[in-house]
Structure formats: C-alpha cells, structure tokens
T-cell receptor, first 113, second 114 residues
Framework: NAGVTQTPKFQVLKTGQSMTLQCAQDMNHEYMSWYRQDPGMGLRLIHYSVGAGITDQGEVPNGYNVSRSTTEDFPLRLLSAAPSQTSVYFC????????????FGSGTQLSVL | DAKTTQPTSMDCAEGRAANLPCNHSTISGNEYVYWYRQIHSQGPQYIIHGLKNNETNEMASLIITEDRKSSTLILPHATLRDTAVYYCIVRVAVLSGSARQLTFGSGTQLTVLP
C-alpha cells in the first residue's frame, strides 16, 4: 500500500491563480480530510469528507473547495490564491469508526506571491 | 477537548529510553489520549493511543496515570530517526464528522543525540 499520496510536493502561485492539490489513498478509507499547518498555529482542519459524495467544512474553509467523487480521491481546490494561503497542506484519511488513527500524506508546501 | 501541556523540548541519548510527559488534568472520562509525531518536513505519524490502561505497540508504550491526569510516552530505545516533534492530544471518541479533528498543540521537540 502507498498510503496517502499528495501531489505536488511544492508549488509557487501568483496571487489570483487557481490550482488543485491532489490527494489519493489506497486503504479504502471512508474518512478524508485536509489540514493546513502554519508556524505557531498547529494543524487546522479545512474540509473533510465522510464518504464519496459527502463533504463538509472544517475550521478554516474560506477560499477552498473540495469534492469527493470516489472513495480514493479528495482534491483541494484553491479558487483564487491569496498570500494568506501560503502554508503546508496535509491530507489525511482514516476508517469511519471513531477513535481510530489518522494517516497523513507527506504534505504540499504552497507559496503564494 | 481537554487541553494538554508538554515540555517544549527534550534531549535523549541514542539507545536510551525517551520518556515524554504530557499533562491533561482536565481530561473527561470519555476522552482518549493520542500521541502523534512529526519528523521535519513530513506529515504527522500516529504512534499510539489509550483510554485508561497502559498500551504498548511496536513503536512505543503509553503509560496513563490512574487518575488519567497525565501520561508518558516511552520510546524504549531511541534512535536518531526518532528526532521529531511529539504531540500529545486528548480527544473524545466520536463516530464521524468535524469532531474527528485533532487539535495539535505545540508539542515536544525530541532530539536524540549520538
């Protein structure tokens, strides 16, 4: 199993550009989520999904869109990038049984100029 | 979720046991203690979790005090690869939804010295 795979690893955008961060998992996990990590802020939940076709907002959803057309994939879209979205983004997945462990991807480092 | 307090940093000699403390004095009866770690430039990695009994797996042991107000993560034979930020997280068991979010605090920077 590859686990949780994120692409790209690094990305530089100009303000106003759009892009999609990809996340895929091969563990047949129902639950997937996106976090951003900023210095001194810990990890903050952006969006999450409890299964294909179901998504919901987390703590900091503004400026991001998600969709979940398959169990495996959970892309994160930045509609119009802003410097405040400069961050490291992590995708995570887990089974949908409650107090189980989260599996994280290796992250995407995004800079918005 | 209950708040946790961890030391900012710790050193450990390679091959020795690393004991990382965590205080969670306001923990509720239905809250689990989780430990994750984050090696530089990587995603967080689950280590272990428990409710009230001590737990052990291939990575570490978790010792929870009888009153559950504190816990200790033990890496029995630390290696250089164990250098990372270790996060102690307390979270209620839930079935689904945004409550699954883990609140990562500042954690403890463990440095394993050769």
């Amino acid at each position: 199993n590859a686990g949780v795979t994120q692409t790209p690893k690094f990305q530089v955008l100009k303000t106003g550009q759009s892009m999609t961060l990809q996340c895929a998992q091969d563990m047949n996990h129902e639950y997937m989520s996106w976090y951003r990590q900023d210095p001194g802020m810990g990890l903050r939940l952006i969006h999450y999904s409890v299964g294909a076709g179901i998504t919901d907002q987390g703590e900091v959803p503004n400026g991001y869109n998600v969709s979940r057309s398959t169990t495996e994939d959970f892309p994160l879209r930045l509609l119009s990038a802003a410097p405040s979205q400069t961050s490291v983004y992590f995708c995570a997945s887990s089974t949908d049984r409650g107090n189980e462990k989260l599996f994280f991807g290796s992250g995407t480092q995004l800079s918005v100029l | 979720d209950a708040k946790t307090t961890q030391p900012t940093s710790m050193d450990c000699a390679e091959g020795r046991a690393a004991n990382l403390p965590c205080n969670h004095s306001t923990i509720s009866g239905n809250e689990y203690v989780y430990w994750y770690r984050q090696i530089h430039s990587q995603g967080p990695q689950y280590i272990i979790h428990g409710l009230k009994n001590n737990e052990t797996n291939e990575m570490a042991s978790l010792i929870i005090t009888e009153d559950r107000k504190s816990s200790t993560l033990i890496l029995p034979h630390a290696t250089l690869r164990d250098t990372a930020v270790y996060y102690c997280i307390v979270r209620v068991a839930v079935l689904s939804g945004s409550a699954r979010q883990l609140t990562f605090g500042s954690g403890t920077q463990l440095t394993v010295l050769p």
